[in-house]
């Protein structure tokens, strides 16, 4: 009989504990002050993407691929381009897998990809490539890198936290309490795509002409940018 009174009090101690605990829990859990935060900011594409074909040139005295492929490689370097990082070839099973039949002569041709990292230099080789008279040339991909993107929303994160605890503490303030510590936090990953850029917005650049000032027009690169944004959903505590 005392056995099963001790047991009674024990399990009765033991669920009152408990709704306390619930209690106490569901106190703290109602004071708090929910904020969402937002901040983004446009960048631009630091990866841009060139394909472009040389070809050996038909004839007696013309050049060979090899002799194409140094005159590229020469002009590219003059432009303060890395060659030997950024340009590669597209098809590497064989440099004559791909071959024009004219009368008797067989030529050789390699497609190349060029990764440059601005407008800028962009336009460059664009213009370099249509003096050494390149026709086979195409804007092929932009896109954001992977350090950069990452860089930009540690930023943004930073910006848009801060951001929200100014927030809470003005809310805070305004009703006469102090705001504490920072219990619960949801982040919203971005989602960033850029397409692939229209090869007709660069086909002017390639043509020729005979006025100056309309071909250094045609080179100029407009690159859209794309607007990063970071979205966080914080709840401060109220002391």
Same mark, same amino acid.
């Given at each position: 009989?005392?056995?099963?009174?001790?047991?009674?009090?024990? +399990?009765?101690?033991?669920?009152?504990?408990?709704?306390?605990?619930? /209690?106490?829990?569901?106190?703290?859990?109602?004071?708090?002050?929910?904020?969402?935060?937002?901040?983004?900011?446009?960048?631009?594409?630091?990866?841009?993407?060139?394909?472009?074909?040389?070809?050996?040139?038909?004839?007696?005295?013309?050049?060979?691929?090899?002799?194409? *492929?140094? *005159?590229?490689?020469?002009?590219?370097?003059?432009?303060?381009?890395?060659?030997?990082?950024?340009?590669?070839?597209?098809?590497?099973? @064989?440099?004559?897998?791909?071959?024009?039949?004219?009368?008797?002569?067989?030529?050789?041709?390699?497609?190349?990809?060029?990764?440059? @990292?601005?407008?800028?230099?962009?336009?460059?080789?664009?213009?370099?490539?249509?003096?050494?008279?390149?026709?086979?040339?195409?804007? *092929?991909? +932009?896109?954001?890198?992977?350090?950069?993107?990452?860089?930009?929303?540690?930023?943004?994160?930073?910006? /848009?936290?801060?951001?929200?605890?100014?927030?809470?503490?003005?809310? /805070?303030?305004?009703?006469?309490?102090?705001?504490?510590?920072?219990?619960?936090?949801?982040?919203?990953?971005?989602?960033?795509?850029?397409?692939?850029?229209?090869?007709?917005?660069?086909?002017?650049?390639?043509? /020729?002409?005979?006025?100056?000032?309309?071909?250094?027009?045609?080179?100029?690169?407009?690159?859209?940018?794309?607007?990063? @944004?970071?979205?966080?959903?914080?709840?401060?505590?109220?002391?």
């Amino acid at each position: 009989m005392r056995k099963t009174y001790y047991a009674a009090i024990v +399990m009765l101690l033991t669920i009152c504990t408990f709704n306390n605990a619930v /209690a106490q829990n569901n106190n703290y859990s109602e004071n708090y002050i929910q904020i969402s935060s937002k901040a983004d900011r446009e960048i631009t594409p630091d990866e841009i993407y060139i394909q472009f074909q040389i070809k050996e040139e038909a004839g007696k005295g013309k050049a060979t691929l090899a002799e194409r *492929e140094k *005159e590229v490689v020469k002009a590219l370097t003059g432009i303060k381009i890395d060659v030997k990082n950024d340009l590669t070839i597209s098809d590497m099973e @064989s440099d004559l897998k791909k071959m024009f039949l004219r009368k008797d002569n067989i030529l050789a041709s390699k497609n190349y990809r060029l990764k440059v @990292s601005t407008a800028d230099k962009a336009a460059a080789a664009l213009k370099v490539l249509n003096d050494l008279k390149i026709p086979d040339v195409s804007l *092929e991909e +932009m896109r954001i890198s992977k350090g950069l993107r990452e860089q930009v929303i540690k930023e943004l994160m930073t910006e /848009a936290g801060n951001k929200a605890k100014a927030n809470a503490t003005i809310l /805070a303030e305004s009703v006469g309490s102090e705001l504490g510590k920072c219990i619960y936090i949801n982040f919203y990953e971005p989602n960033v795509n850029v397409g692939y850029a229209p090869r007709v917005m660069y086909s002017k650049a390639l043509m /020729a002409t005979d006025n100056a000032a309309i071909e250094e027009e045609s080179y100029g690169l407009d690159v859209r940018k794309t607007t990063l @944004s970071v979205n966080l959903t914080c709840r401060f505590e109220i002391k």
